[in-house]
């Protein structure tokens, strides 16, 4: 891809300046949950956001997963006035995006885990992953098989046929965890993936993305407020108040 | 398979609403083939009197009447440029009280003289029992019943029949037409000027000669002659005669069997409306449990399309299946009511493939439609806050 010979400083995977989020809670009561954040993610990075609760951590995930939009510009009322957002990934502008074009890269290049595994749950464990290949663009029996593989690098390929309820939590968690790899994205965004795990299970989960990290390259963001979960990590990104601290 | 699944998470709830689209498709069926039936019945009829051939009245007006008219205007109607031959005939209801018994075709005593028609009705009669009427009958009481008549009568050949208090002897019994023949007594001419002149006020009577009498005429055209020019003709020579052409009784019947139909499939329709809302109903509380799962399939790149078309293809399933079930269930009660009504010439209902095919199509359809409002709404919830929702 790159003609150039001489090895460059690794180019950011993810890069935001001025990210601002103000969310309207009533008529006259907003909430500024990003006041103004600068990030930059490298490429093969494992990042931690960590925070106290209401620190902004799961809003700027949402923004760099492109599940909301910053804010365009100083917004109305109480917001304060600042210069234009910017979010590149994979050195795209991604402020501009349509939602249905957030939702292809959503789909295509990135992998999501959440704190309560959200598995479909008339959907067996093959199936659940199968979907993200669906919505992916992939069918038939090549998503198949990539579903088994995936399901296979979480070790869970013996239980593919299982529902959720027929899962223990960490099962689930790593399902989720297979869905979220089995289109190879570029990132893998987390919000508190051991958060509902007790210490045992928690250890596993971080062990088995700390291996995928470094086996396959792909970037990690996991949102956390477990102190462990961010030693794990190669760097922290630490929020507090709606910003960068 | 997976909308399979989401059916069965509810049993109870989809169940109530496949059964609410099945009641109405039933109903819709049912109705749909009473209404097939009818307008089946009205072509037969008019192919009755597709002979091309006016039927003529005395006392003007665009409906049949029974008024009393001398034989002798026959001739002067058969002198009329196109006409070919004219048949003289009396028919008359065959009691006071049974007009508007029956549907549609009331029981008649027709008379005319067997054979005058000189072989041009086109409706050809056959005897299931017994004979037909011939000239020779004349001056004689036999009688040729129609199917539903002498069922209702429970007569066969050889036996009599009172008819406006005179006995008759049945000596045939005709097959099924399925139109007004059906529900005839025939009789020769001079019986029924005899019986017909019974009814008449004595006043009227006085003036009469029952041998002179007739209530209509049968006037078929030369061939190639338009009935409608025959008809007008007619009326220019005599302003007291009424005519009623091959084409009236089309539009008439046809007018009257097009509302009638109207009906029946409103009614069928509004219970087919009503059971889609209930699809509605059922669509909207399930995409409100399925919040976060909608959020979860959002957020890992499922598209707005994408959510809207699952949504309507599982309750464009709820609707087909409920048409398929009312289906079945309507085609079992009309082939049992038409199977209990056969021995009696009863056939109240036709289930065409058209009306089956239709009736599935449509509540396939509602279905989808019904689900799209649900559908819209879940495809615009924002993903974190249905990932949130509890």
Not at chain 1, 26 to 33: D, E, H, K, M, V
Not at chain 1, 154 to 167: C, D, I, W
Not at chain 2, 267 to 273: A, R
Not at chain 2, 295 to 309: L, N, P
Request: proline share 4%; glycine share 10%; aromatic share 4%.
């Amino acid at each position: 891809m790159n003609a150039v010979e001489t090895p460059l400083p690794p180019r950011p995977l993810l890069e935001g300046r001025n990210l601002r989020k103000t969310y309207r809670l009533s008529r006259s009561n907003t909430l500024q949950a990003l006041r103004g954040v600068e990030v930059r993610i490298e490429t093969g990075e494992m990042v931690a956001i960590m925070g106290p609760s209401g620190s902004g951590k799961s809003t700027l995930m949402h923004i760099l997963g492109l599940l909301h939009a910053p804010d365009l510009d100083s917004g109305r009322g109480l917001s304060c006035h600042g210069p234009h957002p910017e979010l590149t990934f994979a050195g795209r502008d991604m402020v501009a995006l349509g939602e249905s074009e957030r939702t292809r890269i959503r789909a295509r290049e990135m992998g999501f885990v959440f704190q309560d595994f959200n598995l479909v749950s008339t959907l067996t464990a093959l199936e659940n992953v199968m979907l993200a290949c669906d919505y992916a663009g992939t069918g038939g029996a090549k998503a198949r098989a990539a579903a088994l593989e995936a399901l296979s690098l979480v070790g869970l390929f013996e239980r593919a046929g299982h529902r959720p309820a027929e899962l223990s939590g960490g099962e689930q968690q790593r399902v989720a965890i297979a869905r979220a790899l089995v289109n190879r994205p570029s990132l893998v965004l987390a919000d508190e993936p051991t958060g509902n795990l007790d210490s045992a299970r928690s250890e596993e989960i971080l062990a088995l993305l700390r291996r995928l990290n470094i086996e396959h390259g792909q970037t990690f963001v996991l949102v956390t407020h477990d102190p462990e979960v961010g030693e794990a990590c190669d760097r922290v990104i630490r929020m507090r108040d709606g910003q960068v601290r | 398979m997976q909308m399979l699944r989401n059916l069965t998470r509810r049993r109870l709830r989809t169940g109530l609403t496949i059964l609410g689209i099945t009641i109405g498709i039933w109903a819709l069926v049912v109705f749909g083939s009473m209404a097939n039936r009818i307008t089946d019945m009205v072509s037969k009829g008019s192919a009755y009197y597709d002979s091309g051939a006016v039927s003529v009245w005395g006392g003007g007006g665009s409906m049949p009447k029974s008024n009393p008219v001398d034989i002798s205007i026959g001739d002067k109607l058969a002198a009329l440029e196109g006409v070919d031959v004219v048949v003289p005939g009396v028919s008359l209801n065959i009691s006071d009280d049974a007009a508007g018994m029956s549907m549609g075709l009331p029981p008649m005593i027709t008379g005319e003289v067997a054979g005058s028609d000189k072989g041009r009705m086109t409706m050809v009669l056959r005897a299931a029992m017994g004979r037909l009427l011939t000239a020779a009958d004349e001056g004689s009481n036999v009688t040729v019943l129609g199917s539903d008549l002498a069922r209702q009568h429970d007569k066969r050949t050889g036996d009599t029949i009172a008819l406006r208090g005179e006995e008759f002897r049945v000596v045939g019994i005709l097959e099924p037409t399925l139109t007004q023949p059906d529900n005839s007594a025939m009789v020769p001419l001079a019986a029924a000027q005899r019986l017909y002149m019974s009814t008449l006020p004595s006043l009227v009577k006085a003036n009469l000669t029952a041998s002179k009498v007739a209530t209509g005429f049968t006037v078929y055209p030369t061939p190639g002659t338009v009935p409608e020019t025959i008809a007008a003709e007619i009326r220019a020579t005599d302003a007291e005669l009424g005519t009623m052409t091959p084409g009236d009784f089309t539009r008439l019947a046809g007018s009257y069997a097009d509302m009638l139909n109207a009906v029946l499939v409103g009614i069928g329709l509004i219970s087919v409306v009503v059971g889609g809302l209930s699809v509605v109903n059922t669509m909207a509380m399930s995409i409100a449990e399925r919040t976060r799962e909608i959020g979860i399939k959002r957020a890992i790149g499922a598209s707005r399309v994408r959510i809207v078309r699952e949504v309507v293809a599982e309750s464009a399933l709820i609707g087909c299946i409920g048409g398929v079930i009312g289906l079945v269930l309507g085609a079992a009660i009309v082939t049992v009511a038409n199977e209990a009504g056969r021995s009696s010439g009863t056939i109240l209902f036709e289930l065409t493939a058209g009306t089956a095919m239709t009736a599935v199509a449509f509540s396939t359809v509602l279905g989808a439609i019904a689900g799209f409002v649900p559908a819209l709404h879940a495809a615009r919830l924002d993903p974190v806050a249905a990932l949130r929702y509890e």
